[in-house]
């Protein structure tokens, strides 16, 4: 009758932490993104109900400046683990 190999006690096992982040966020990231998301709303809100004449006298660029706001936010949020 044949006789069953032994099995190989030393099987290699990944380690238990694999894809959790190595650290923490920092304190500062979360209520900076949120900030500029919120800057970039209210920046472009205030253009368009003022009629173009806040928040700066740069006529259509307030659009831009407030998508940079938004942007800015959005980059910082590709940071949060």
Same mark, same amino acid.
């Given at each position: ?5 032994k /099995?190989?006690? #030393?099987?290699?096992k =990944?380690? /238990? #932490?694999? @894809?959790?982040?190595e650290?923490?966020?920092?304190? *500062? &990231?979360?209520?900076t =993104? &949120? +900030?500029m998301l919120? $800057? @970039? $709303?209210? *920046? ?5 109900? +003022?009629? =173009? #004449?806040?928040? !700066?006298?740069? =006529? #259509? *660029?307030?659009?831009?400046? @407030?998508?940079?706001?938004?942007? +800015?936010?959005?980059? !910082? &949020? +590709? /940071? *949060?683990?």
């Open positions: 009758m044949a006789v069953s190999k /099995r190989d006690k #030393n099987v290699y =990944a380690p /238990r #932490n694999i @894809g959790k982040p650290s923490e966020n920092p304190k *500062w &990231l979360i209520p =993104a &949120l +900030t919120i $800057v @970039g $709303v209210v *920046w472009i809100v205030i253009y368009y109900i +003022t009629q =173009a #004449n806040y928040p !700066l006298p740069i =006529a #259509n *660029w307030n659009i831009v400046v @407030g998508f940079v706001f938004l942007g +800015t936010g959005m980059v !910082l &949020l +590709t /940071r *949060w683990k």
